[in-house]
């Protein structure tokens, strides 16, 4: 095999492999810098997961230990790629589950050591944030970026990559998380977000109304914990538990998360006079969010950018062009490698 000492590197194309372990989706991907993305695997835990109710670590680790590799030869192939054509690897670092993330941060550097090239670790979150890049029309900067995923939900005023200013974020439950803890206490299973927005496409609106959690207070924080207790008391309190009880209660918080998740992007828009709205994380997926966030893109006029919604959840594509936008601006890293669970986003200003 043809070796790569780390000085070619910087002449050459740059060409990045991406690692994604961070939860339960073992992701792999390609990204060229002439070519855009090559290619890009998934594998998701859910049907592991599913009988518990939520990811459970342990498990999450030991999948990724036994489907790593062989995803990562899988996209090699698909990409029409030999290891020597590969100049640097990129590795989500946290934020997420420890031993998940060691998997990916130890099998990223070790490959890179073999292969004599570079390895970077990535943010998590700011993978998500940079997503929306690997589509055409891709967003330029600044923009206001709304992150929602499992674990986070936070508006961040973007001036350029690395330079992220927190607005405002959820102070107990990310909306995601709120997304699944609600269809489990409605019985809907795991993971909530599709599940629930599943159910609610057989919903009657107006038949329950939740709150819209903050909105009658200045700022730009978030809270979903209290909404998930108003589905519970409302669902225990149904004396006929049926299907369209259920579609409709789905609905109802489908609609209250929304809407919050609007008034605060609305806020932010108006509060920084950004005219653009990045939306990233797995519940951007979200096809009702995306119509809504359309129309109010129309009424502001301004302009609004998601990714496909298979680069909204996790995904390696957003973390083989983090990984290749770091390494190209000269981002460095030693031989050692640490995980960070929990990793501020600010903190890579
Ligand atoms: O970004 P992501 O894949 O993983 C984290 O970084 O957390 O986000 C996963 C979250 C889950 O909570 C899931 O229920 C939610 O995204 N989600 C959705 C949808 N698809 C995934 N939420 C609402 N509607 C969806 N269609
Ligand atoms: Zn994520």
Known sequence: MTKIKFCDVVTMTMRILGIET???ETAVAIYDETQGLLAHTLYSQIALHAKYGG?????????????????????LHAANTQPHEITGVAYTAGPGLVGALLVGAATGRSLAWAWR??????HHMEGHLLAPMLENPA?????????????????????AIGRYRLLGESIDDAAGEAFDKVAKLLGLGYPGGPAIARVAQQGKSGRF?????MTQRPGLDLSFSGLKTQVLTTWQ?????????????????????????????????????LKTLVIAGGVGANQWLRTRLQQL??????????PRPIFCTDNGAMIAYTGYVR???????????????????????
């Not at 031989?335 to 600010?346: A, G």
């Open 209 to 213: 109304t939740f709150s819209r959690p």
């Open 139 to 159: 967003p330029t900067f600044p923009f206001l970026a709304l992150l929602v995923s499992g674990g986070h939900t936070q508006l961040i005023e973007v001036q």
């Open 55 to 75: 990811v459970v670590p342990e498990l999450a680790s030991r999948d990724h230990v036994r489907k790593l590799l062989p995803l990562i030869k899988e996209v």
């Open 237 to 273: 309190a149904q004396t006929i538990q049926d299907e369209q009880t259920r579609a409709d209660i789905a609905l109802a918080f489908e609609e209250a998360v929304i809407d919050t998740l609007l008034i605060k992007a609305q806020r932010a828009l108006q509060q920084t006079g």
């Open 117 to 122: 090239v570079p390895a970077i670790g990535v």
């Open 297 to 306: 893109a129309n009424e502001l006029n301004i302009q609004v950018f998601y």
């Open 327 to 349: 390494l190209k601006a000269g981002f460095q890293e030693p031989l050692s490698f640490n995980v960070q669970p929990r990793w501020s986003m600010e903190s890579l200003n």
């Open 22 to 24: 961070s939860c339960d």
